[in-house]
């Protein structure tokens, strides 16, 4: 049998330890092969194979989807997505990239989904397999070129320089390569493409999507969740992050713009509510919720111990929260901020990204929920812009904006917020605390913004 060396078990472990998406930052992965998919190269020149790699080394087992194409000579100006250069027995010496990176392993990915593809184990079968998926809402484009966003992601997204055949128009497509992966349908696929073939503009159309199989880590039985997504890419259009910060930098008066993302979510959720499941808020739903929210307080203190000298407080608000008035529970956003919106000339506000809370497990994400949590999440983001920008009037101007936005929701929606200030509250209390345990993960400097947060929700 074939061999490389140094093996895939000697040099992928360092190589993922660096990565953006690797989740357990500061140790070094334990990787067990799960499976494996391979994929095409139309010229037969490189090799494209997707590693189904799972991190034993933590307390709970991760799943990493890891695309790598082989190249025999190196490709110039990709020297950044070199994974290791390796020799095959049979082949000889080998140049490995993250195929995100490189142009023929992103099209074959992309192809999978576009003509719907059947993908098989690059192993053994039962080792991996998937199916592509097209939507149909866009035309078959044809690929230029391809690009890895930059910045900062926690999947990978590459962008397709594609254009319709039949009038030459530009097209592009993103598609988002997910890193962590998880039985169940990615709720970014479904809800997306729900609200997309219900009609809604509030979202970029999608092209198609790649489920994939992999056994479970007994071996015992298969497991099948989604590999990738593909969607028109919007390009030009600055998020809403960017369009806040920039505004209180500059004094211009945020409230219109505010007042139209407040609508244009409260449509969104009134879509959502017509076209997928939902619920009763009964008593097991508001003991469900109030136990998480406690779970999200006890590991907020486990990186903030200081926090725990607030805990009456905090049960006070979290306990009058459950039992203030709820909606009906419906599918929502679930991570909604204002990097997850984006100003598209013409079309307005279009929300993105609708896998949910990284930190949340994938069963949690996709259950109906309280919609009110995504108009928490947005007000907390609109503190977070004002601490970013050192200007003295910043914090006013946030604060008009978060009203604004309430004033847009309330406007089409038949629940106003403001109607359950219990609720709200501890719904904001609650997405400030899981922000506390994302930034002492990810982001340390950034802690001080939640930290001010909680304290101001908890009246300091
Ligand atoms: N369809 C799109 N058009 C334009 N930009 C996009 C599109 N989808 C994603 N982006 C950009 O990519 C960023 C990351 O995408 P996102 O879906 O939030 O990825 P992740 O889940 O990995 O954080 C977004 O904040 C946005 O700037
Ligand atoms: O966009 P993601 O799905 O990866 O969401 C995660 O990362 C976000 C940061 O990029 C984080 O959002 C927090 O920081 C934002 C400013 O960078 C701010 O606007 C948000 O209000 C704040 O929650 C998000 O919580 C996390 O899940």
Redesign the pocket.
């Known amino acids: 049998m074939a061999t490389v060396d140094p093996p895939f078990s000697e040099l992928l472990p360092a190589w993922v330890a660096r990565q953006r998406w690797y989740t357990g930052k500061g140790t070094e992965p334990r990787l067990e092969r799960t499976g494996g998919l391979r994929l095409h190269d139309p010229a037969g020149e490189v090799g494209i194979e997707v590693h189904l790699v799972r991190d034993v080394g933590g307390a709970t087992p991760v799943l990493y989807q890891v695309p790598l194409t082989y190249r025999t000579t190196p490709l110039e100006g990709h020297e950044e997505a070199l994974v290791a250069t390796t020799d095959h027995s049979e082949l000889g010496r080998r140049w490995v990239y993250d195929a995100c990176h490189d142009p023929v392993g992103a099209a074959a990915i992309l192809r999978a989904v576009t003509d719907e593809l059947e993908l098989a184990a690059d192993g053994p079968p039962g080792h991996g397999r998937a199916r592509g998926h097209r939507t149909g809402l866009l035309p078959a484009l044809a690929v230029r070129g391809s690009r890895v966003l930059r910045g900062?992601?926690?999947n990978t997204s590459i962008i397709f320089d594609t254009v319709d055949p039949d009038d030459g128009e530009e097209r592009p497509v993103i598609l988002k390569v997910f890193r962590v992966l998880h039985p169940g349908r990615n709720p970014d696929v479904e809800v997306q493409q729900a609200l997309a073939l219900a009609g809604s503009t509030r979202v970029p159309r999608p092209v198609g999507d790649l489920l994939g199989q992999w056994p479970s880590a007994d071996g015992g039985t298969q497991l099948t969740g989604h590999l990738a997504l593909a969607q028109e890419f919007l390009p030009g259009a600055p998020d809403a992050?960017r369009v806040t910060l920039g505004a209180l930098e500059r004094g211009e008066d945020l409230a219109p713009r505010a007042r139209a993302l407040g609508e244009a979510t409260a449509e969104v959720h009134a879509t959502l509510a017509a076209v997928l499941p939902t619920a009763e808020p009964d008593d097991t739903a508001r003991a469900t919720a109030l136990a998480g929210w406690r779970a999200r307080y006890a590991t907020a203190c486990e990186h903030v111990p200081d926090l725990a000298r607030r805990a009456d407080r905090v049960s006070e608000v979290l306990e009058a929260g459950a039992a203030a008035w709820w909606p009906p529970l419906q599918r929502i956003h679930g991570?909604y901020?204002?990097?997850?919106v984006l100003d598209v000339p013409g079309r307005g506000w279009v929300l993105l990204?609708f896998?949910g809370?990284?930190?949340r497990p994938l069963a949690e994400r996709t259950l109906p929920d309280l919609p009110q949590r995504d108009v928490a999440?947005m007000l907390?983001?609109f503190d977070?812009?004002a601490a970013s920008v050192p200007s003295a009037g910043g914090e006013v101007a946030a604060g008009r904006a978060r009203e604004a936005f309430l004033d847009g929701y309330a406007h089409i929606s038949r629940n106003d917020p403001r109607d359950e200030p219990a609720l709200l509250h501890a719904l904001e209390l609650d997405?400030a605390l899981?922000?506390v345990t994302?930034e002492a993960r990810n982001r340390p400097d950034w802690l001080p913004i939640p930290l001010g947060g909680v304290a101001r929700i908890l009246g300091a």
């Open positions: 900062e992601q926690s992050w991570d901020h204002l990097g997850q990204d896998e809370e990284p930190l999440g907390r983001s977070y812009a997405k899981y922000e994302y």
